[in-house]
């Protein structure tokens, strides 16, 4: 098994996406890239404590590819908007791939290069790629929220 780290914009309709996926055993959803330990949703929705909604992703590289994984952040957010998805702003919201090791590094560089080419977005991808740092997981009521509520997507 392997994990991955994404921030794009709201946590839950992401999460939803996710965990979907064939090859994907667990998601959840959280905080990370801030400097406030142990943040809670109402700090982090603030915009002051740093951190980003992101989901974190466990899956299995037999099944499903790290690539596949950047495949469906790249298609399901604007990575071109600058702490901002839809009606949401805010740091919190930021596009953000947190790479927990070197070769993740390598592959979401060459990723996002290749999608800034190829002419998928009007305007330039402000993604920005950064070592995973320690991950908060959010508040149970927030973990598979939409799922919980028997919808499926939140706008995303």
């Not at 466990?58 to 790249?74: G, I, M």
């Amino acid at each position: 098994m392997e994990k991955a780290t994404f921030g794009a914009g709201c946590f839950w309709g992401v999460e939803e996406l996710f965990r979907k996926v064939d090859g994907v055993t667990d998601t959840a959803v959280g905080y990370m890239g801030g400097k406030t330990e142990n943040p809670t949703y109402e700090e982090v929705c603030t915009d002051r404590t740093g951190h980003a909604e992101v989901v974190q992703v466990n899956y299995d590289p037999a099944v499903v590819s790290y690539d596949d994984l950047l495949r469906l952040f790249w298609k399901n957010h604007n990575p071109t908007t600058l702490n901002r998805q839809g009606p949401d702003m805010g740091t919190q919201y930021r596009s953000a791939i947190f790479y927990h090791t070197d070769e993740q590094r390598q592959i979401a560089e060459k990723s996002k290069q290749e999608w800034d080419a190829s002419g998928a977005f009007q305007d330039p991808i402000v993604t920005e790629i950064v070592p995973a740092a320690t991950f908060y997981r959010a508040e149970e009521y927030h973990q598979r929220y939409l799922q919980k509520r028997g919808q499926s997507s939140c706008g995303i």
